[in-house]
């Protein structure tokens, strides 16, 4: 098992950046791929970013490649979303998830899931 808690989302206006953090309960964070997930209201779950169990490969979405970075720390069971140049658009509820291969945009792919964190961007 594996418990996912998401920190570090708020309000900012458009251009701003916010680093998102998730911890990891358990000692097999460091066998999974990482991903964050975001969904805004009346929207489905949309694919972010993922990186690969030793952080060496990561995979983006169109929208956010070269603006979100992911990252991870194994030895502190962290995973990190650093979102640069945020734009209203971003506005969403941002999830990170966990699961046994990397480089899948497919939510169902994913076996651990946290509760969420908003980040509102205004213009």
């Known amino acids: 098992q594996v418990q996912l808690v998401e920190s570090g989302g708020g309000l900012v206006q458009a251009g701003a950046s916010l680093r998102l953090s998730c911890t990891a309960s358990?000692?097999?964070?460091?066998?999974?791929?990482m991903a964050w997930f975001r969904q805004a209201p009346g929207k489905e779950r949309e694919f972010v970013a993922a990186?690969?169990?030793?952080?060496?490969?990561?995979y983006y979405a169109g929208p956010v490649n070269g603006r979100f970075p992911i990252s991870r720390d194994n030895a502190k069971g962290t995973v990190f979303l650093q979102m640069n140049n945020l734009k209203p658009e971003d506005t969403a509820v941002y999830y990170c998830?966990?699961?046994?291969?990397?480089?899948?945009?497919?939510?169902?792919?994913?076996?651990?899931w946290g509760q969420g964190t908003q980040v509102t961007v205004s213009s």
């Open positions: 990186i690969s169990r030793s952080g060496g490969n990561t």
């Open positions: 998830a966990a699961g046994p291969t990397y480089g899948t945009s497919w939510y169902k792919d994913y076996d651990y």
């Open positions: 358990g000692r097999t964070f460091s066998h999974n791929a």
